[in-house]
T-cell receptor, first 114, second 111 residues
Framework: GENVEQHPSTLSVQEGDSAVIKCTYSDSASNYFPWYKQELGKGPQLIIDIRSNVGEKKDQRIAVTLNKTAKHFSLHITETQPEDSAVYFCAAGDEMDSSYKLIFGSGTRLLVRP | NAGVTQTPKFRVLKTGQSMTLLCAQDMNHEYMYWYRQDPGMGLRLIHYSVGEGTTAKGEVPDGYNVSRLKKQNFLLGLESAAPSQTSVYFC??????????FGPGTRLTVL
């Protein structure tokens, strides 16, 4: 089955700096890669996703890159702000499987220092 | 619209007791999922449903049962709770392969 590894487990950056979180996956059939942000006491919320037919996607300060050959994908946050502090999860899924199951990474706790 | 709601928000059980967690959605989504979240382990899928009347096992189904009698509700049952089931439980819904929307979670402690 699919296995998703996420690094680092914790990340501390200065406000205004960039943050990068990396994930690797094992199942070459995976073709959907979402990123979720979880604030304290809340459920995860989708911030960006990418499908295997593209290599990069951007949404304002957030970008995701995908390397299918190497089976890894990364989240990039530029010009970080204190409100970016949260736990971030990557996930991998196979849209060919009608269940649309996702396998999640173990999470990265991001702290943005003012 | 309330989105995805979960009942209860907190619960403490003794070993061997049973309980049911309720997930309700008003988004008219076909797919519903139950996850558990443990420190350092991300979210793991317990059971899921691809439509009313259907259920299937996820990664960690042992010790849990589910039912989807109505499209808008997905119930997670623990027949005989164990300390290893202490966790935060999240329900999620999706419109087929699109974004999964998560509820606020239920924090369960089994003593």
């Amino acid at each position: 089955g699919e296995n998703v590894e996420q690094h680092p487990s914790t990340l501390s950056v200065q406000e205004g700096d960039s943050a990068v979180i990396k994930c690797t996956y094992s199942d070459s059939a995976s073709n959907y890669f979402p990123w979720y942000k979880q604030e304290l006491g809340k459920g995860p919320q989708l911030i960006i996703d990418i499908r295997s037919n593209v290599g990069e996607k951007k949404d304002q300060r957030i970008a995701v890159t995908l390397n299918k050959t190497a089976k890894h994908f990364s989240l990039h946050i530029t010009e970080t702000q204190p409100e970016d502090s949260a736990v971030y999860f990557c996930a991998a899924g196979d849209e060919m499987d009608s269940s649309y199951k996702l396998i999640f990474g173990s999470g990265t706790r991001l702290l943005v220092r003012p | 619209n309330a989105g995805v709601t979960q009942t209860p928000k907190f619960r403490v059980l003794k070993t061997g007791q049973s309980m049911t967690l309720l997930c309700a959605q008003d988004m008219n989504h076909e797919y519903m999922y139950w996850y558990r979240q443990d420190p350092g382990m991300g979210l793991r899928l317990i059971h899921y449903s691809v439509g009313e009347g259907t259920t299937a096992k996820g990664e960690v189904p042992d010790g849990y049962n589910v039912s989807r009698l109505k499209k808008q509700n997905f119930l997670l049952g623990l027949e005989s709770a164990a300390p290893s089931q202490t966790s935060v439980y999240f329900c999620a819904t999706s419109d087929r392969g699109n974004e999964q929307f998560f509820g606020p979670g239920t924090r369960l402690t089994v003593l």
